[in-house]
């Protein structure tokens, strides 16, 4: 295993807090292992700025292991950079080359505001699964698991749908800020499943009613979703959810219970 | 010493839960909206616990330090999870796997609370199943399963290398479906920081709103805390990055007594250490053991060279010689142990870091050979695209490198049968508790625990609970909870005002090298002493010359790791002080003093046979040891012999 070391340049874009104004910071740095992980080397920069009495640069992350969907900035003009299918946690800096810049930037959606640097708020995605984003079951109501038998294929189907790890690189990466690989994720992997169908249609219009209220754009079909998406999940699934959209906006029995919040 | 009161019911072993849920008392169903419950943490456990308690009528406050309900560590678990359905029709049923459980925690848990965990294991499935849990079928369209982690009957469900994930969304989403029916109040981004006790009762907790920086106390009428494990405490572990003790170590210091905080789980097969500047450690499902081959060079000058390089008769499949039976599928521990062991002698492999190769092959050669590649990558594929993403290297042409890593935690807090802690009315569900698991956690069994908790044990008993207290009466100005808000200020601006030149996180890893050093795979007195010399001191230099900027008023994550670490510089001491009063191997605890002429663990059974409760006795105290002793009346306590 050889160990190559990089000098970079990152600018980064600084941001203090939500009403306040952005800029672009120029770091050097100039021991970057190319084993380390992007995240691992944004930590090398912030021990040094710390130690120097200045702000380290603030974004989010958890696992570290590309599951939790906490980390997530735009790289390059890239949600989670240049590798397909890798978060930034998992991407790793042997995938950028010595004396490289690399431009690191907050997502930009206006339905996820700026708290600090990179740290966005992607409480709107939680919204729009409050919305209607479950099967309606009471805990110990449920019958045996195996009373319904589901083809392996809708299974397996729905579980490519409900791998979102609902990062929002599908919204920093549309130009409309679009939410709806994210909605469409809950949708089909739900409305695959035989225990989905009861609430599908209420579920489809409410999930989408909340969409809109939050502030996200339209689907216009460009796919930068599922290009930038770690866990290439397929725009498929977006038409799938405008069937199922005007299936229930032509027959639902309940009309009324299609509301919306304010953001 | 004081005895401590499971309250396990007694009689027949299969009847004690249902016999204690007929005990139980009931809250009136118009009567629950009158009582407010806090639930801390929303992993498997928490959510679970707080959509559950939020159907049944209570009003729920629940927290959480990350930015989503969704993103609690539960949902990195891998492997599956264990129900004793027996829809194999393999001989699998309750008693069995509360037989493996009791057996594979090396006989230090209760068999009260592992018999209703196995019991409720098949509830769990149903539950997951009818919230559209994509869990694995077989063609037929029946729910598939597998064997893991050697056992010998195939209990384990899953979807995917994500079952975690896709149950912890599963419990997110009834979660979500209470807070928009108002039953629950989310609180993302909120850090517990203390635990308010009033007259003995656990009253509410003190937190910081991680954006705003503001503190604030909220008041309830009974506290669960749902927090997740202290694996961290090693600085490298698999836990997320921001899992810590600060909950369960706070609700210790005012009063609930930690159990067994020695008994740590390493898990064997994780991408071993890059260099100094590693951040976490990435586990690799033990599954890859079912067909990969565990081995180093025999000669310690043969570790730099090109592995296909070497030829058969150089290599040591160290497992295969040791245990003939199970081979490379012994339990972890043993896994874990004998890595260490081979590395300690010099013959490990990989890169060196701080002058050691800490590293052993998991060769893919012979599998490929046998069964072709294609059905290698049908079983590992997304396991070797994993690898190759974090260290470049192909496993299909090399093999991997593995070394064991801290993973899980049994130890946590006490809790009696119905998941209460010492303090009334503070209930731990969880990792964050140390109920079921003893001295070592089988495979899939960590995702069973934290929904049986959740979803099948806490709505009945702290209804139980509640049941006999009055709601609410309890203001913010009571002067016990502007005490606790004091002192958690008072503890904030005391971490900003040090102005000393080190980083949290440099303290941090200090305090992980010298755990995992002397706390770890492996220990003995003197380095346990060494520990507890170096400690204190070490706390004593955070304490001087930590370097924080900023203020608390504002998003602040150098802060938010400084306290956190600060809880770990105290847990580290308590840890190493019952690994040092457990005269005995264990499970995951090995004290090298007590194994075999051939290395293996030696329990004592006569002297240990129970459950360590520490209680807090003031900063700069010893702690007190109490003890539950266990009893066994259905599983004689035997010899775990892998050989």
Known sequence: MSDRLLKLTLQVWRQKGPNEPGHFERYTCDTVSEHMSFLEMLDVVNEGLLVQGKDPIAFDHDCREGICGACGMVINGVAHGPRAATTTCQLHMRHFKDGDQIVIEPWRASAFPVWKDLVVDRSAFDRIIQAGGYVSVRTGSAPDANETAVPKTDAELALDAASCIGCGACVAACPNASASLFTAAKVAHLGLLPQGQAERQQRVLQMVAQMDAEGFGHCTNHNECEAVCPKQISVRFIARMNRDFLRALLTADEPSRLRRKPA | ?643
């Open chain 2, 1 to 643: 010493m004081k005895p401590l009161h499971s309250h396990a019911p007694s009689g027949p072993l299969e009847s004690r839960w249902e016999q204690h849920r007929f005990g139980i008392k009931l809250v009136n169903p118009a009567n629950r909206r009158k009582y407010e419950i806090i639930v801390v943490g929303t992993g498997l456990a928490g959510a679970a616990a707080a959509a559950s308690l939020g159907e049944l009528g209570y009003r729920v406050q629940a927290f959480c330090f990350q930015d989503s309900a969704r993103r609690a560590h539960s949902i990195a678990a891998q492997g599956g999870i264990n129900a004793a359905k027996n829809y194999q029709n393999d001989g699998d049923s309750v008693f069995r796997l509360f037989y493996d459980t009791i057996k594979g925690g090396d006989f230090r848990s209760r068999e009260s609370n592992v018999y209703r965990l196995a019991e409720l294991s098949v509830n769990i499935i149903d539950q997951a199943t009818a919230q559209g849990i994509p869990f694995a079928r077989e063609y037929g369209g029946q729910l598939a399963n597998r064997s893991f982690g050697g056992a010998q009957v195939s209990r384990t469900f899953y979807a995917r290398g994500q079952t975690g994930q896709q149950l912890l969304l599963g419990a997110y989403q009834a979660l979500s479906r209470q807070i928009e029916a108002g039953q629950v109040k989310m609180h993302p981004r909120t850090e517990m920081l203390d635990l308010i006790v009033v007259a003995g009762r656990a009253r509410g907790i003190v937190t910081r709103d991680l954006i705003s920086g503001e503190i604030r106390a909220w008041l309830a009428d009974a506290v669960v805390l749902a927090t997740g494990g202290y694996g961290n405490v090693f600085y490298l572990s698999t836990n997320a990055k921001g899992c810590n003790t600060t909950a369960i170590w706070r609700a210790y210091k005012r009063g609930a007594f930690f159990a067994n905080p020695c008994f740590t789980q390493i898990h064997p097969t994780c991408i071993p250490v890059a260099g100094d500047y590693q951040s976490k450690l990435t586990l690799m499902s033990e599954s890859l053991r079912n067909d990969g081959r565990v081995w180093v060079p025999l000669r310690a000058e043969d570790c730099e060279r090109t592995p296909s390089e070497i030829p058969e008769s150089a290599r040591d499949y160290y497992l295969e010689r040791r245990y003939p039976s199970f081979g490379n599928l012994v339990p972890r521990d043993i896994a874990s142990r004998r890595a260490k062991d081979v590395c300690d002698d010099g013959r490990g492999v990989g890169p060196s870091v701080g002058g050691a190769r800490r590293g052993v092959y998991l060769d893919f050669r012979d599998a490929i050979e046998r069964l072709g590649k294609d059905a290698i990558v049908q079983r590992y594929g997304n396991l070797f695209d994993m690898y190759e993403r974090i260290t470049g290297e192909n496993p299909y042409q090399v093999p991997m490198r593995m070394y064991p890593a801290s993973h899980y935690t049994m130890g946590g807090l006490w809790v009696d049968y119905n998941l209460m802690s010492t303090i009334e009315g503070l209930f731990v569900a969880g990792e964050a508790n140390f109920s079921d698991h003893g001295a070592n956690r089988l495979g899939a069994s960590a995702l069973m625990q934290g929904l049986a908790d959740g979803y099948f044990v806490l709505p009945y008993t702290l209804g139980n609970y509640l049941a006999r207290v009055s709601a609410g009466e309890l203001t913010t100005d009571h002067p016990e909870v502007r005490a606790v808000l004091a002192e958690v200020r008072g503890r904030l601006d005391r971490l900003l005002s040090i102005g000393g030149s080190t980083s949290p996180d440099s303290f941090h890893r200090e305090l992980g090298r010298l755990m995992w050093d002397q706390c770890g795979m492996s220990r003995n007195q003197q380095g346990l002493a060494r520990a507890l010399d170096a400690i204190p001191r070490l706390r004593e230099r955070f304490w001087q010359d930590l370097k924080l900027v900023g203020s608390g008023s504002e998003l602040n994550q150098a802060l938010e790791l400084a306290g956190r670490v600060a809880d770990f510089l105290e847990l580290g001491e308590l840890m190493c002080r019952d690994a040092q009063t457990r005269e005995e191997s264990c499970g995951c605890h090995f004290r090298e003093e007590h194994a075999t002429a051939e290395g293996e663990a030696e329990r004592d059974d006569e002297h240990f046979t129970h459950v360590a409760a520490w209680e807090y006795n003031g900063d700069g105290a010893a702690p007190l040891r109490h003890t539950e002793e266990l009893a066994f009346e259905f599983v004689k306590p035997s010899t775990r012999s892998y050989k």
